[in-house]
């Protein structure tokens, strides 16, 4: 089971850590994945870091602003977001990738968590 947690109301400009804890389930072999989908709009990859931590991977829109890193002894996994801005509002997924298909793809993830909702104002 993957649960995020960190979401939360700010302002534009302001900063938020979401991040996504794995219970009963060991991430250390596994690349992780943070998506997201605003109301009305189709769940979009954000950013992805590999099994070991020496790859990250972002969405053009959100490079320089997030940060994704991961804790493979505290099993977690986290999003370090600056600079927010309204269009980043939205629900925001943790999820293990399975391989299926590459890091920026959501089918290719196997296991989601339930979302954390992120809103910035404007």
């Known amino acids: 089971q993957l649960v995020e947690s960190g979401g939360g109301l700010v302002q534009d400009g302001d900063s938020l850590t979401l991040s996504c804890a794995a219970l009963?389930?060991?991430?250390?072999?596994?690349?992780m994945g943070w998506f997201r989908q605003a109301p009305g709009k189709e769940r979009e990859f954000v950013a992805a870091?590999?099994?070991?931590?020496?790859?990250?991977y972002y969405q053009d829109s959100v490079k320089g602003r997030f940060t994704i890193s991961r804790d493979n002894v505290k099993n977690t996994v986290t999003l370090q977001m600056n600079s927010l801005t309204p269009e980043d509002t939205a629900v925001y997924y943790c999820?293990?990738?399975?391989?299926?298909?590459?890091?920026?793809?959501?089918?290719?993830?196997?296991?989601w968590g339930q979302g954390t909702q992120v809103t910035v104002s404007s």
């Open positions: 009963g389930r060991n991430i250390r072999g596994w690349n």
């Open positions: 999820a293990c990738h399975g391989g299926s298909s590459g890091l920026r793809a959501a089918t290719g993830y196997d296991y």
């Open positions: 870091i590999s099994w070991s931590g020496g790859s990250t």
